[in-house]
């Protein structure tokens, strides 16, 4: 079987399999989606060559621990919030390996990776400024008949 790297990962990629160490737990979560209220457990996850984000949906979100070496097969990869996100669901087989698989020391330490290359600005506002600098729009700029 051969196994895909982080740093090769691509949003809307499905049933990839690959080789990573759990670096980080961020937590669970309950979540809304459109099947319904649902848990996710997050995660930091590495390999030789990249980090990435690890969502862990239902029954999975707790079943995993720091410092595990998982080879996941059938992951789904998606962009949330800006960063490269792994999925594993219930379809999802993932197994625990020996830590030699990927010793700590092999893993990159590299910051997560990035989807979309522009960068993310907020507006800048002013001290005292209280809105748009547009003008409002009013009637006689074209909004029904001019009176």
Do not use: C
Not at 36 to 44: I, L
Not at 79 to 105: C, H, W, Y
Not at 114 to 123: A, L, Q
């Amino acid at each position: 079987m051969s196994y895909v790297e982080i740093s090769s990962l691509k949003p809307g990629s499905k049933n990839v399999d690959l080789v990573v160490r759990v670096l980080d737990f961020r937590g669970v979560k309950r979540v809304r989606t459109k099947r319904g209220d649902r848990m996710v457990g997050e995660y930091v996850v590495g390999d030789r060559t990249g980090r990435a984000m690890l969502a862990a949906w239902g029954s999975r979100a707790t079943m995993i621990s720091v410092g595990d070496v998982l080879a996941i097969h059938g992951a789904w990869i998606s962009a949330f919030r800006g960063f490269l996100q792994i999925n594993i669901g219930f379809e999802t087989t993932v197994e625990k390996l020996d830590d030699s698989a990927l010793p700590m020391e092999e893993v990159s330490e590299d910051p997560l990776i990035r989807i979309g290359t522009e960068e993310r600005r907020s507006p800048r506002i002013r001290v005292g400024d209280r809105g748009s600098r547009r003008a409002p729009r009013t009637r006689s700029r074209g909004w029904g008949r001019s009176r």
